[in-house]
């Protein structure tokens, strides 16, 4: 089991995040053992959606980029980027840069997205987001093959145009496919590396705009949907990954419960989960590098065996 750690910027609390803040937490996440740090993609949220649990968040490939020059080895992710706000090209260059500044540490999770009040004031098409998604995965996934690019999408056109430097990964950085949905599924067997659902209650899934997976039974069913459509793809189904927020966020050092904790992480291996988010509210209540030194300590240190691996243990 691999951890990632998620600050988020929780309601419309003050700004309490910044350059030195960012820092700490970043060098905090690596020493405590997790395996990657990332960063949701928020560039506009409506105010009804943040008064009502919504959160607020940094440019993920900046943060990105920001944290990549005080660490060494933990992976950097959006988690997720909404493909369907940026022009594809746009988007493979946040990507290879990303990539080639963090040494290859890079992995990218991406997402339909769901906020048509963002999508609005991004000027980006709401009803036509499945189409610019598998437009934009399709580009990131074929314009590093070629010294010179070409391609015509539904709002662009590419005409021999040269997209430098690459990314270290070749031929890119892992993808992960976000979303609950039987497409997000289809996208996560024909090609994606990773699959990333959501677990949802129905109110959650109705402000998402996906299908519900409201308990372990149905992300058990989902996991294994993806691993036969995976095998009828020809592809290896156990070299998907699977990543779930399944940990509730804390408003306090006092909230960490470690033998809940341990008992979830193990629940979720053996439903095939192979990667777990822990949620970090940033309210300015909690101090994140106190709260990850813990949970360094009295979690990942203690996961048993079977979950553990070179990358978390000292």
Same mark, same amino acid.
């Given at each position: 089991?691999?951890?990632?750690?998620?600050?988020?910027?929780?309601?419309?609390?003050?700004?309490?995040?910044?350059?030195?803040?960012l820092?700490?937490?970043a060098?905090?996440?690596?020493? %405590?053992? +997790?395996? #990657?740090?990332?960063?949701?993609?928020? &560039?506009? =949220?409506?105010? !009804?959606?943040?008064?009502?649990?919504?959160?607020?968040?940094?440019?993920?490939?900046?943060?990105?980029?920001?944290?990549?020059?005080?660490?060494?080895?933990?992976?950097?992710?959006?988690?997720?980027?909404?493909?369907?706000?940026?022009?594809?090209?746009?988007?493979?260059?946040?990507?290879?840069?990303?990539?080639?500044l963090?040494?290859?540490?890079?992995?990218?999770?991406?997402?339909?997205?769901?906020?048509?009040?963002?999508?609005?004031?991004?000027?980006?098409?709401?009803?036509?987001?499945?189409?610019?998604?598998?437009?934009?995965?399709?580009?990131?996934?074929?314009?590093?093959?070629?010294?010179?690019?070409?391609?015509?999408? %539904?709002? +662009?056109? #590419?005409?021999?145009?040269?997209?430098? &430097?690459? =990314?270290?990964? !070749?031929?890119?950085?892992?993808?992960w496919?976000?979303?609950?949905?039987?497409?997000?599924?289809?996208?996560?067997?024909?090609?994606?590396d990773?699959?990333?659902?959501?677990?949802t209650?129905?109110?959650?899934?109705?402000?998402?705009?996906?299908?519900?997976?409201?308990?372990?039974?149905?992300?058990?069913?989902?996991?294994?949907?993806?691993?036969?459509?995976?095998?009828?793809?020809?592809?290896?189904?156990?070299?998907?990954?699977?990543?779930?927020?399944?940990?509730?966020?804390?408003?306090?050092?006092?909230?960490?419960?470690?033998?809940?904790?341990?008992?979830?992480?193990?629940?979720?291996?053996?439903?095939?989960?192979?990667?777990?988010?822990?949620?970090?509210?940033?309210?300015?209540?909690?101090?994140? =590098?106190?709260?990850?030194?813990?949970?360094?300590?009295?979690?990942?240190r203690?996961?048993?065996?079977?979950?553990?691996?070179?990358?978390?243990?000292?």
């Open positions: 089991m691999r951890l990632v750690a998620q600050p988020a910027v929780e309601g419309a609390a003050p700004a309490v995040a910044d350059g030195a803040w820092v700490g937490v060098r905090a996440v690596e020493a %405590a053992g +997790f395996d #990657a740090l990332a960063f949701e993609d928020h &560039p506009a =949220p409506p105010r !009804r959606w943040i008064e009502n649990g919504g959160h607020q968040a940094f440019d993920p490939f900046l943060a990105i980029t920001y944290c990549a020059a005080v660490t060494q080895r933990i992976r950097l992710m959006p988690l997720l980027v909404v493909a369907p706000y940026r022009n594809p090209v746009l988007l493979a260059k946040s990507i290879a840069t990303a990539d080639v963090s040494d290859g540490r890079l992995t990218v999770c991406a997402g339909v997205g769901y906020l048509r009040g963002e999508f609005a004031a991004l000027g980006a098409d709401f009803d036509e987001r499945n189409a610019r998604f598998d437009e934009a995965i399709d580009v990131v996934r074929r314009i590093w093959a070629d010294d010179a690019f070409t391609y015509h999408g %539904a709002t +662009f056109a #590419a005409a021999d145009v040269v997209s430098k &430097p690459q =990314p270290v990964q !070749r031929p890119h950085p892992p993808i496919i976000g979303g609950n949905s039987t497409l997000a599924r289809e996208r996560v067997a024909r090609y994606g990773g699959w990333a659902p959501l677990q209650t129905a109110a959650t899934s109705r402000m998402a705009r996906t299908a519900g997976i409201d308990d372990d039974a149905a992300l058990r069913r989902g996991i294994e949907d993806v691993r036969r459509l995976a095998e009828a793809a020809g592809r290896d189904p156990d070299a998907i990954d699977v990543a779930v927020t399944c940990l509730p966020e804390r408003p306090s050092l006092a909230g960490l419960e470690p033998e809940r904790d341990l008992d979830r992480l193990g629940t979720l291996a053996d439903l095939g989960v192979t990667w777990c988010v822990v949620p970090m509210p940033v309210d300015g209540r909690v101090d994140i =590098p106190a709260f990850v030194a813990r949970y360094g300590d009295e979690v990942i203690r996961l048993p065996a079977g979950l553990q691996h070179s990358s978390t243990i000292d």
